[in-house]
Protein backbone atom coordinates (compact mmCIF):
# COMPACT_ATOMS: atom_id res chain seq x y z
CA UNK A 1 0.00 0.00 0.00
CA UNK A 2 3.07 2.69 0.82
CA UNK A 3 4.81 3.68 -1.79
CA UNK A 4 8.00 4.69 -1.92
CA UNK A 5 8.56 7.66 0.80
CA UNK A 6 7.98 11.28 -1.05
CA UNK A 7 10.35 13.98 0.11
CA UNK A 8 7.38 15.05 1.65
CA UNK A 9 7.55 12.79 4.21
CA UNK A 10 11.14 12.27 5.02
CA UNK A 11 11.08 16.15 5.53
CA UNK A 12 8.46 15.89 7.96
CA UNK A 13 9.76 13.03 10.33
CA UNK A 14 12.87 15.32 10.64
CA UNK A 15 11.10 18.12 11.31
CA UNK A 16 9.10 16.29 13.85
CA UNK A 17 12.67 14.58 15.21
CA UNK A 18 14.46 17.66 15.42
CA UNK A 19 11.76 20.01 16.98
CA UNK A 20 11.74 17.06 19.39
CA UNK A 21 15.40 17.03 20.08
CA UNK A 22 15.25 20.95 20.40
CA UNK A 23 12.42 20.76 23.23
CA UNK A 24 14.85 18.78 25.46
CA UNK A 25 17.74 21.89 24.87
CA UNK A 26 15.57 24.38 25.08
CA UNK A 27 14.87 23.83 28.75
CA UNK A 28 18.50 22.72 30.07
CA UNK A 29 19.54 26.70 28.33
CA UNK A 30 17.06 28.33 30.16
CA UNK A 31 18.20 26.86 33.46
CA UNK A 32 21.85 27.57 33.09
CA UNK A 33 21.71 31.28 31.48
CA UNK A 34 21.38 32.68 34.60
CA UNK A 35 24.65 31.10 35.99
CA UNK A 36 26.64 31.82 32.55
CA UNK A 37 25.25 35.49 32.80
CA UNK A 38 28.65 36.81 34.73
CA UNK A 39 30.68 34.33 33.43
CA UNK A 40 30.76 34.98 29.05
CA UNK A 41 34.74 34.99 28.93
CA UNK A 42 34.83 31.17 29.37
CA UNK A 43 38.50 30.80 29.08
CA UNK A 44 39.21 32.89 31.95
CA UNK A 45 37.13 30.62 34.02
CA UNK A 46 38.89 29.16 36.57
CA UNK A 47 36.73 27.87 39.01
CA UNK A 48 33.05 26.96 37.54
CA UNK A 49 31.55 25.81 40.43
CA UNK A 50 27.47 25.92 40.38
CA UNK A 51 27.78 28.25 43.38
CA UNK A 52 27.13 31.90 41.92
CA UNK A 53 29.17 33.49 45.17
CA UNK A 54 32.31 31.85 45.01
CA UNK A 55 33.79 32.43 41.87
CA UNK A 56 36.87 33.23 40.22
CA UNK A 57 37.72 34.54 37.23
CA UNK A 58 40.98 35.83 35.54
CA UNK A 59 40.89 39.35 35.32
CA UNK A 60 43.25 42.21 34.61
CA UNK A 61 43.47 44.49 38.00
CA UNK A 62 45.41 47.44 37.45
CA UNK A 63 45.14 50.79 40.31
CA UNK A 64 44.51 54.68 39.30
CA UNK A 65 45.16 57.71 42.41
CA UNK A 66 42.64 60.62 42.59
CA UNK A 67 45.18 62.43 40.93
CA UNK A 68 44.66 64.87 37.33
CA UNK A 69 46.59 62.22 35.70
CA UNK A 70 44.19 58.92 36.48
CA UNK A 71 40.91 60.86 36.94
CA UNK A 72 41.46 63.64 34.24
CA UNK A 73 38.53 66.53 34.61
CA UNK A 74 37.35 64.39 37.83
CA UNK A 75 40.33 65.63 39.34
CA UNK A 76 39.35 69.50 39.11
CA UNK A 77 36.04 69.22 41.43
CA UNK A 78 36.97 70.11 45.24
CA UNK A 79 37.60 67.45 47.62
CA UNK A 80 34.57 67.64 49.40
CA UNK A 81 32.59 67.46 46.44
CA UNK A 82 34.19 64.41 44.92
CA UNK A 83 32.05 61.38 44.62
CA UNK A 84 32.60 57.95 42.82
CA UNK A 85 30.26 56.75 40.31
CA UNK A 86 28.57 55.02 42.63
CA UNK A 87 28.03 58.26 44.13
CA UNK A 88 30.88 57.05 47.62
CA UNK A 89 33.63 59.10 49.30
CA UNK A 90 36.48 58.22 46.79
CA UNK A 91 38.61 59.48 49.77
CA UNK A 92 37.52 56.09 51.37
CA UNK A 93 39.96 53.49 50.17
CA UNK A 94 37.84 50.65 49.64
CA UNK A 95 36.60 50.08 46.10
CA UNK A 96 37.78 49.58 42.87
CA UNK A 97 36.29 51.00 38.94
CA UNK A 98 35.24 48.26 36.74
CA UNK A 99 32.71 48.14 34.27
CA UNK A 100 29.20 47.88 35.52
CA UNK A 101 28.04 45.83 32.75
CA UNK A 102 30.27 43.02 33.61
CA UNK A 103 30.80 43.51 37.41
CA UNK A 104 27.53 45.88 38.43
CA UNK A 105 28.33 48.54 41.28
CA UNK A 106 28.36 47.23 44.96
CA UNK A 107 30.15 43.89 43.52
CA UNK A 108 32.35 42.35 46.27
CA UNK A 109 35.35 41.32 45.02
CA UNK A 110 38.59 39.53 46.90
CA UNK A 111 41.72 40.23 45.05
CA UNK A 112 44.30 38.34 45.85
CA UNK A 113 47.39 39.70 48.14
CA UNK A 114 44.65 43.29 48.55
CA UNK A 115 41.34 41.58 50.25
CA UNK A 116 38.14 42.89 49.70
CA UNK A 117 37.18 45.76 47.46
CA UNK A 118 33.56 46.85 46.09
CA UNK A 119 33.22 48.13 43.15
CA UNK A 120 31.73 51.66 43.18
CA UNK A 121 33.43 53.48 40.52
CA UNK A 122 33.82 52.89 36.95
CA UNK A 123 36.19 54.16 33.64
CA UNK A 124 36.89 54.44 29.88
CA UNK A 125 39.82 51.75 30.37
CA UNK A 126 37.59 49.15 32.14
CA UNK A 127 34.66 49.99 29.72
CA UNK A 128 37.11 49.43 26.66
CA UNK A 129 38.15 46.36 28.79
CA UNK A 130 34.62 44.83 28.73
CA UNK A 131 34.27 45.01 24.97
CA UNK A 132 36.58 42.94 24.10
CA UNK A 133 35.09 40.68 26.69
CA UNK A 134 38.32 41.12 29.38
CA UNK A 135 37.40 41.61 33.28
CA UNK A 136 39.31 44.43 33.98
CA UNK A 137 39.77 46.00 37.53
CA UNK A 138 41.33 49.83 38.47
CA UNK A 139 41.83 49.74 42.20
CA UNK A 140 41.73 53.10 44.14
CA UNK A 141 44.69 53.75 45.79
CA UNK A 142 46.13 56.85 48.13
CA UNK A 143 49.09 58.23 45.83
CA UNK A 144 50.14 57.99 42.26
CA UNK A 145 53.08 56.33 43.49
CA UNK A 146 51.25 53.31 44.84
CA UNK A 147 49.24 52.73 41.79
CA UNK A 148 52.30 53.21 39.53
CA UNK A 149 54.12 50.58 41.48
CA UNK A 150 50.92 48.18 41.35
CA UNK A 151 51.13 48.18 37.40
CA UNK A 152 49.28 45.57 35.70
CA UNK A 153 48.48 42.53 37.11
CA UNK A 154 46.17 39.46 35.90
CA UNK A 155 45.00 37.72 38.98
CA UNK A 156 42.21 35.39 39.90
CA UNK A 157 39.51 37.41 41.38
CA UNK A 158 36.95 35.68 43.39
CA UNK A 159 33.52 37.15 43.40
CA UNK A 160 31.74 37.57 46.48
CA UNK A 161 28.21 38.93 45.54
CA UNK A 162 26.08 38.19 42.58
CA UNK A 163 25.15 40.22 40.04
CA UNK A 164 23.29 42.91 40.94
CA UNK A 165 22.51 42.23 44.55
CA UNK A 166 23.28 44.86 47.14
CA UNK A 167 24.69 44.86 50.22
ZN1 LIG B 1 47.19 59.13 39.93
Known amino acids: MLKKP ?26 ISNKTRFV ?8 ASPTPEKRTILMKVTAYCLCRKCC ?4 LIPREK ?5 GDNPFIFDGVAAAPKLLPYRTKLRIPGVGVKEVDDTGGAMR ?6 VYHVD ?8 ALEW ?17
Open 128 to 133: KSAKGG
Open 6 to 31: SHFMVIAVFTTLFVYWLKTKIPQCAA
Open 40 to 47: RVNDDIQD
Open 139 to 146: IRMESHKQ
Open 82 to 86: RKTAA
Open 151 to 167: GVKWLNVELQTQQGETR
Open 72 to 75: GKWA
